[in-house]
Nanobody, 113 residues
Framework: QVQLVESGGGLVQPGGSLRLSCAASGIRFSIYTMGWYRQAPGKQRELVARIGSSDSTVYAESVKGRFTISRDNAKNTVYLQMNSLKPEDTAVYYC???????WGQGTQVTVSS
């Protein structure tokens, strides 16, 4: 049974930082591309960042230079380090295994003063 469990969301002030984690089980984590997506109220879900099995990365233009995706294959975990957060980063953040299409349940990130 495949499970993706996100954690690390919360309330943070503008300019602050958060690190999201997504722990995977039930898949050969190291061989799959993993992605972080987000969905704000009233908007479509969008790709934030993606990391391949060889650690190649892709970022949305809106987060380049502020967010960093990484993975630890020994822990079956993908991370999203988010710095210089803005109110427009407020959303539910989801991790996804890109090949088989499994999603996590999401974690809320709220950026507000």
């Amino acid at each position: 049974q495949v499970q993706l469990v996100e954690s690390g969301g919360g309330l943070v002030q503008p300019g602050g930082s958060l690190r999201l984690s997504c722990a995977a089980s039930g898949i050969r984590f190291s061989i799959y591309t993993m992605g972080w997506y987000r969905q704000a109220p009233g908007k479509q879900r969008e790709l934030v960042a993606r990391i391949g099995s060889s650690d190649s990365t892709v970022y949305a233009e809106s987060v380049k230079g502020r967010f960093t995706i990484s993975r630890d294959n020994a822990k079956n975990t993908v991370y999203l380090q988010m710095n210089s957060l803005k109110p427009e980063d407020t959303a539910v953040y989801y991790c996804k295994e890109e090949f088989l299409g499994f999603w996590g349940q999401g974690t809320q990130v709220t950026v507000s003063s």
